[in-house]
């Protein structure tokens, strides 16, 4: 019995670990047993071993069979015999034997079992079917584990090792073999990506293809081309399975998509070079392009979106790829400096082993350190002013590195004197300015710039470099004009004034005309389609007259601002041209566009085309005779103002003549008696300008000849014919070449004679021509053509005030006007000069006096005036003014040029405004709004946020811009040239030296437009 157990036990667990090694042997050939199978495999055998093990200790270890159990093993197979065995183990226990049983019959009992057990074959009751077949199956299973150990022995002691440790990670084995696989691939979400299968040269079993199933649905199935299939796997956005089949292997890989680690941030940090004094940098990079000055230095450091293994660059496309430090997603560079331009790429790989999906490319352009910027704003090409005159000239540079410094530089040259530099400097900036602005208030007067010359500007920028000249701008050229050449300029604009209105009068003429043809029409072609289309293109062409006669009503207004600077042109001019300037707006603005509203109603209402018709062509007609009296009276205004300005030049020859003598008077004393080369170098030098001077009046005084014969001979007036005759008889040119002759010789009382006579005659010849003038313009005055004259006049009174301003109120008006211009003059040059000149400065002084003495006349106009009656201005707001003043002329006299004289002007210029527009507010109808079309014609454009006297230097319309490549600046002028201008047709002989600057002067003032401002950078 006890080996019968044994034989159970053994068989049993022995069959046990041997079918459950056998399943794996044989499960790991058709498929990759999970681990969780093969742990219940394994634990199933080890268990049923583990169960019989148990089982037998129980039986024979633990606790032995008793006889009860062996009897009743007996009983089993021999069931009567197996009773009595059963009875008698209990009669050989006395404890369980019955009390009236006596022990003899106990032992007869047993011997008489005894003796029957003698046939019986005890082992025969001990069943061994089941240990037999235990050990028949254990026999079974080991047979066929032998045969799969002889036919597969690495196989099998591979799936005895998977089967002793069921949970290590030991590979399955198999007869095909190939690389190891991944057990999860991370790839780029939606892009399709590549499976390589490799199969070993050691595979023993060498399949044809591999087939690959992708989400449990079939994929592909490729052939080994040597040794390798390839697979294609498609884009994939949420995650999902491979399964590969080759042999007998299969291998599952789990897919996840993710995106790639694209770059979120690619910073550079330069450094510039030390001399810039600058903060490290920190720029943008990633959009591919940088630029780093030459002799800086440039770190570069990125961010992408997933942690990194690992990060390269390239210095160039085919350079050798350099690692970089990384940390987290982040890489940086190691200090790069250099000075040649660089192709960087930056690649790298995350934590998936996945990169950008291309790699970071960045361009650094390593540039120079380029020269500042620098440009006169305020103005370009040129202007043109007045000794007097304050211009505020801006200037701007530019450096992406820093201003140092910005100055306004200028070189003067003037005829018969060498070229002289001067420099300001407008602002100093910092290492972090990039921009830097400045302005200058340029006054001829104060530089001590005489007229006649010519002033080339540029402003100079210089930056942070060692080293490095500074910057200049392109030039602006600067023509400092006399009162008469100004006034020579402005003759010319007023003669092509009155030559663009005759072209409006031409145009107005046809208009007419047509309008003529039109009336003779047939009443049945007039009220049809061509006479409606006839006197539609009729009301156009008179709207378009219209616009042509208010650009030329800009142009004059724009002349009156330039006039209005100049006190040698009269006022007498300014009046006559104010009023032309009135009758061209009535017309521009109301007739005309009412004679055009009527041919248009014509044109849409057939029933009333014959009545509008007449009324337009009444209308048309009238506008027609006031343009033409308008003309006239323009031409005849040009013409006077030339006579002007001859005798204006003569006047100035005239002043040459006395400051000749008076210079020779002081020689008299000291060089009397001697010859030339006697003379102290101060003297010859002096004697030679004053002959150079002769010599440049020689010249002038033939010009001034022959304007007066082109003046006769256009006009046939005898006045220009008498002044001729008389310079003519007076042989100026001899005279004047003689008296040249004795000042190169010293003969002092000889040209003192000279001198003082020709003064003399130039003076004469100047009053016979103004006299004349003057007498031309005593006439008395029929109002403005087609307003029906001037009732009231004198201005008495309110009735006075409600009609139009006589001939004498405007006169008083525009001298008004002139004053308060000067009057801001005065401030803005009184605020130059304080600002600019040394307290110590002898030149401080002089400038005081001549302020003072502008002052003074500016009250004495204002007072005049006043004082005349002819316009209401209030005696309390003029006599504050004049009081202001009064006190400007005390401190300037003192001489104080700062803040008590400039508000003391300033005070005075407010008050004068304040006199003025109390004035126009006490007038009504017609007289107001003449007043106040002429504060609107003569006052300046200024600059947003300037008020008058605010910013000295605003200047005025008589800077004419020029454009730029224009002007002379070299000093090197030639003698003459003749310029024909419109206007009558008078050819005008204007000196060489102002060639340049009046054809530049004409383009300005016929631009309307600002003037460019120069790129900077």
Known sequence: ????????????????????????????????????????????????????????????????????????????????????????????????????????????????????????????????????????????????????????????????????????????????????????????????????????????????????????????????????????????????????????????????????????????????????????????????????????????????????????????????????????????????????????????????????????????????????????????????????????????????????????????????????????????????????????????????????????????????????????????????????????????????????LEEVVRAQEAIVDAAKQLAKMSPEDLAGRKGEQKMADQAAEQQQNAARLEDVRKEAEKLLREALKNPEIRTSRLSEMTRQAEEMKDLASSQMPKASDQMNQGSGNPDKRQEKLAEANKQMEEIMRRLQELQNKSSQTAQDMHVDNLALRLRRLAGMETKTTDSLKEQLQRNLGLNSSQLTEQDQQANTAMADDQENARRETADIQRELQKTFDRTQLEKYSDVAGRMKRANPDTQLGMLSALLRANRVSQSMESSRDMARKYNSWAEKLSEENNNKLSKPSNGLPGQGGNKGEGGEGGEGQSREMTPEQMEAMLKLLRARAQQETVLNQTTASDQQLDKNSPHRKDMAGGLESTQGDVARDVKDVLESGLLPLPEGETGEALDAMGRAKGELAKPELGQPAQSAEREALAKLDEAIAAMMKSCSGKCSSQMMAMCRMMSKPGKPGNRPGTNPGNGGDTNAEIPPGEGESTGNLAEHRSIERAGGGASKNVPEEYRDMLESYYKAVDSASAPQVPAIR
């Open 1 to 500: 019995m006890w080996a019968t157990d044994l034989r159970l036990v053994w068989g049993g667990a022995g069959a046990a670990l041997v079918l459950s090694l056998l399943f794996v042997v044989l499960s790991d050939r058709l498929w990759e047993t999970p681990l969780w199978l093969r742990t219940l495999v394994a634990g199933a055998g080890w268990g049923v071993a583990a169960a019989l093990g148990l089982y037998y200790a129980r039986r024979w270890v633990w606790s032995k069979p008793t006889p009860e159990t062996l009897a009743r093993v007996v009983k089993q197979k021999h069931r009567g015999f197996g009773d009595q065995l059963l009875g008698v183990v209990e009669l050989s226990h006395g404890r369980q034997r019955p009390a009236d049983m006596s022990p003899a019959l106990c032992a007869a009992a047993i011997r008489q079992v005894s003796a029957a057990a003698v046939p019986v074959d005890f082992n025969a009751a001990v069943s061994t079917e089941r240990a037999s077949k235990y050990a028949r199956a254990l026999q079974i299973l080991a047979v066929v584990l032998l045969i799969a150990c002889v036919l597969m022995p690495a196989a099998a002691l591979n799936a005895l090792a998977r089967w002793l440790v069921p949970f290590a990670p030991i590979d399955r084995f198999t007869f095909t073999r190939i690389d190891k696989l991944p057990d999860k691939m991370v790839v780029a979400r939606g892009e399709p990506f590549d499976l390589n299968i490799v199969l070993k040269s050691d595979s023993r079993w060498k399949p044809e293809s591999v087939a690959l199933t992708l989400g449990g649905q079939p994929l592909a199935e490729n052939a080994y081309k040597g040794g390798q299939a390839r697979f294609r796997v498609p884009g994939q956005t949420q995650p999902t399975w491979l399964v590969v089949k080759t042999g007998d292997i299969s291998r599952t890989i789990a897919v996840e998509p993710v995106y790639r680690p694209e770059l979120k941030q690619l910073d550079a940090l330069v450094n510039l070079p030390d001399y810039l004094r600058r903060d490290t940098q920190k720029l943008d990079a990633s959009r591919g392009f940088l630029t780093v000055l030459k002799g800086g230095n440039v770190t570069f450091q990125g961010e992408t979106a997933r942690k990194l293994l690992n990060a390269t660059l390239k210095e160039a496309p085919d350079a050798q790829a350099l690692p970089m430090a990384v940390k987290g997603p982040g890489f940086s560079t190691p200090l790069r400096a250099g000075e040649g331009n660089e192709d960087v790429t930056f690649d790298w790989r995350d934590e998936f082993g996945l990169g950008p999906a291309a790699a970071a490319r960045v361009e650094v352009r390593r540039i120079d350190d380029e020269a500042p910027a620098t440009a006169i704003t305020s103005h370009s090409g040129g202007i043109a002013m007045l000794e007097e005159e304050v211009v505020q000239i801006e200037s701007a540079a530019r450096d992406d590195f820093g201003i140092s410094k910005l100055e306004m530089t200028w070189e003067q040259a003037t005829r018969g004197a060498p070229s002289k530099p001067g420099a300001r400097e407008l602002g100093t900036g910092d290492p972090k300015a990039t921009d830097l602005r400045g302005s200058l208030s340029f006054s001829p007067k104060l530089l001590q710039i005489p007229v006649d010359t010519s002033v080339t500007m540029r402003s100079a920028a210089v930056d942070y470099k060692p080293g490095r000249a500074p910057s200049l701008s392109e030039p602006l050229r600067i023509f400092v004009v006399s009162r008469s050449t100004h006034a020579r300029l402005i003759q010319e604009q007023v003669e092509r004034a009155a030559a663009s």
